[in-house]
């Protein structure tokens, strides 16, 4: 199984700030990794998948790179309804799974 | 615009059985692959099974296998998640999840809004 691990755990920033968080994978997976965003009590979002493509209707402040073992996603500029959980998620093999997931917290 | 409702969720003993229901709509059912997905409280999402848009094709997560039986009836737009021998660790709250393109393993673009499912005595 692929274990995909995120950094930092919480990352502390203001509105406006930059936010970069990192996800890695145990073994390479090209370019298959989504990234989605959850807010308490929702279900999560999907922001980025096939590690740069953006889903429908996502901001273009959320951006996706990487490719193998390591990948980003950056927020360029935090608005205050960007503080959430942001979770990866790898599909190059069976079974798919999910990162610990990243907090941003205000 | 789609839509997935999740229903049938609640609280059951351990060993005790349950069947969660997916309905699609604002989209050609049958021709997406449909998966589950849950998060125990307070932790992280989980894959726990997948069906291919003809239901011929179905993936477990290990902890579920010879357990848990996915199903889909596209006729009425729907997707069943059968869950048998129940155990404390099974207590989540169960997403419905559409995938984005054909690909396998699938990412999911759609969730349902999730539905809680307690296994406690």
């Known amino acids: 199984e692929i274990v995909l691990t995120q950094s930092p755990a919480t990352l502390s920033l203001s509105p406006g700030e930059r936010a970069t968080l990192s996800c890695r994978a145990s073994?390479?997976?090209?370019?298959?990794l989504a990234w989605y965003q959850q807010k308490p009590g929702q279900a999560p979002r999907l922001l980025v998948y096939?590690?740069?493509n953006r889903a429908t209707g996502i901001p273009a402040r959320f951006s996706g790179s990487g490719s193998g073992t390591d990948f980003t996603l950056t927020i360029s500029s935090l608005e205050p309804e960007d503080f959430a959980v942001y979770y990866c998620?790898?599909?190059?093999?069976?079974?798919?799974?999910f990162g610990q997931g990243t907090r941003v917290d205000i | 615009e789609v839509e997935l409702l999740e229903s049938g969720g609640g609280l059951v003993q351990p060993g005790g059985s349950l069947r969660l229901s997916c309905v699609g709509s604002?989209?050609?059912?049958?021709?997406?692959?449909m998966s589950w997905v849950r998060q125990a409280p307070g932790k992280g999402l989980e894959w726990v099974s997948t069906?291919?848009?003809?239901?011929?094709?179905?993936y477990y997560a290990d902890s579920v296998k010879g357990r848990f039986a996915i199903s889909r009836d596209n006729s009425r737009n729907m997707m069943y998640l059968q869950m048998s021998s129940l155990r404390v660790e099974d207590t989540a709250i169960y997403y419905c999840?559409?995938?984005?393109?054909?690909?396998?393993?699938?990412?999911?673009?759609?969730w349902g809004q999730g539905i809680p499912v307690t296994v406690s005595s």
């Open positions: 604002g989209f050609t059912f049958g021709s997406y692959v």
């Open positions: 073994q390479t997976i090209a370019h298959f």
């Open positions: 998620q790898q599909r190059s093999m069976w079974p798919q799974t």
């Open positions: 999840a559409k995938a984005i393109g054909m690909g396998l393993p699938p990412s999911f673009d759609s």
């Open positions: 069906l291919s848009g003809s239901g011929s094709s179905k």
């Open positions: 096939d590690a740069s």
